[in-house]
């Protein structure tokens, strides 16, 4: 009996407390709900946006994976423009600038004014991406890589050396850090100066086309122009009778000599003596 009495005590105690709180919460409990209500908002809201994020960013990699297999520069720049400010699109910007790098450095050695138009591309392209990319990714080192690489195809030694001791010492341990040292310890090297300032004086010429009977054949357009049957005008006609114009065959076994060749050209052997040489006669006893 002490023992349940205890426990109704205890449940009364419990019964008022609460009972108490909520007298003293009732005034504020307009508030409270709405408080409530609103972070529920904003948890639906970020799921939502959060989601909505996902699925894009999904889309931008699809789009950016889709050009990069065609190497397309035209496609990787819609998808730039189409994705600008997200990592996505940063990366097709990047991949635009390794084109036209690369498209640069070949020209360099054919036409110089078309490889300084393509690297200024390619430049400009590198630093967008280095001032938007993410401090320390990857992206930011194949930026700050590529950009040193495209200085130094334009003969910009200085600021290329640059871009390479900052990589370099930014992530030492990275591959494209070790990379930049290397190229760094090369363009400190007298002999890498001495070639690009003797390169950078010469004066390439686009190749000449070939012209006269050495051009290719324009094959579409020739094969198109044959006729069905070839023209056998130009060639006798042929009959099958025999023709008495021409004189017999000799007959190659009446014309052969007839000795056997092996018994005209067998070497003769010299007669044996007829006498046998003398004896010398013994003296008589």
Not at 79 to 108: C, I, M, N, P, Y
Not at 115 to 132: D, G, I, S
Request: charged share 30%; net charge negative; glycine share 6%.
């Amino acid at each position: 009996m002490k023992t349940q009495r205890r426990h109704e005590l205890q449940t009364n105690t419990l019964a008022d407390w609460l009972g108490h709180k909520i007298e003293n919460v009732q005034p504020y409990s307009k508030a409270i709900v709405t408080v409530v209500l609103l972070a529920c908002a904003l948890g639906i809201a970020y799921m939502f946006i959060s989601g909505r994020g996902i699925a894009e960013a999904g889309a931008a990699w699809k789009d950016f994976f889709g050009a990069v297999a065609d190497r397309d520069v035209e496609s990787l720049t819609e998808v730039h423009e189409r994705h600008a400010g997200k990592e996505a699109g940063f990366w097709a910007l990047q991949k635009v600038a390794d084109e036209e790098l690369g498209r640069g450095t070949r020209l360099l050695f054919r036409d110089r004014e078309q490889a300084n138009e393509a690297l200024k591309v390619a430049r400009k392209n590198y630093e967008a991406v280095k001032a938007n990319a993410k401090r320390g990714s990857l992206l930011e080192q194949r930026s700050i890589f590529g950009l040193a690489q495209t200085l130094e195809s334009m003969g910009e030694l200085d600021d290329a050396k640059k871009q390479y001791k900052a990589l370099a010492s930014a992530a030492p341990e990275s591959s494209l850090g070790k990379e930049a040292q290397q190229r760094l310890d090369s363009l400190e090297n007298e002999s890498t100066e001495r070639f690009y300032a003797w390169f950078e004086k010469q004066e390439p010429k686009p190749p000449v086309a070939a012209t006269g009977s050495n051009m290719p054949l324009d094959l579409p357009r020739d094969l198109t122009e044959l006729s069905d049957r070839p023209d056998i005008s130009a060639f006798p006609e042929l009959s099958n009778e025999p023709s008495t114009d021409r004189e017999p065959a000799t007959d190659p076994v009446s014309n052969s000599p007839t000795e056997s060749p092996a018994e005209s050209t067998a070497t003769p052997t010299p007669d044996a003596p007829t006498t046998e040489p003398a004896t010398e006669d013994k003296p008589t006893e």
